[in-house]
């Protein structure tokens, strides 16, 4: 789920790349490689951040659970 979400967001993340480009360089990336850098750029960044967040999920919760009434 958390993978299909960051997909789903790719577009996003391109219109805060996209604000970015154009605040560093003062316009809009042209047609062709910049721009299809800049896209590419946006669907791995939200890739890797998503895989990154999968694992380094902590403990499941029945394990917490457990853990701490056997600590009590």
Same mark, same amino acid.
């Given at each position: 789920? *958390?993978?299909g979400y960051a997909i789903g967001q790719g577009a996003g993340t391109?219109?805060?790349t996209g604000m970015c480009? &154009?605040? &560093?360089t003062g316009g809009?990336?042209?047609?062709?490689m910049p721009k299809a850098?800049? !896209?590419a &750029?946006?669907?791995v960044f939200n890739? !890797?951040? &998503?895989?990154? !967040? *999968?694992?380094?999920?902590p403990a499941t919760a029945g394990k917490r659970l457990r853990?701490?009434?056997s600590a009590s």
């Open positions: 789920m *958390i993978r391109q219109f805060v480009w &154009a605040v &560093a809009r990336p042209e047609e062709g850098v800049l !896209l &750029a946006s669907w890739i !890797l951040l &998503a895989e990154w !967040l *999968i694992r380094r999920r853990a701490a009434a």
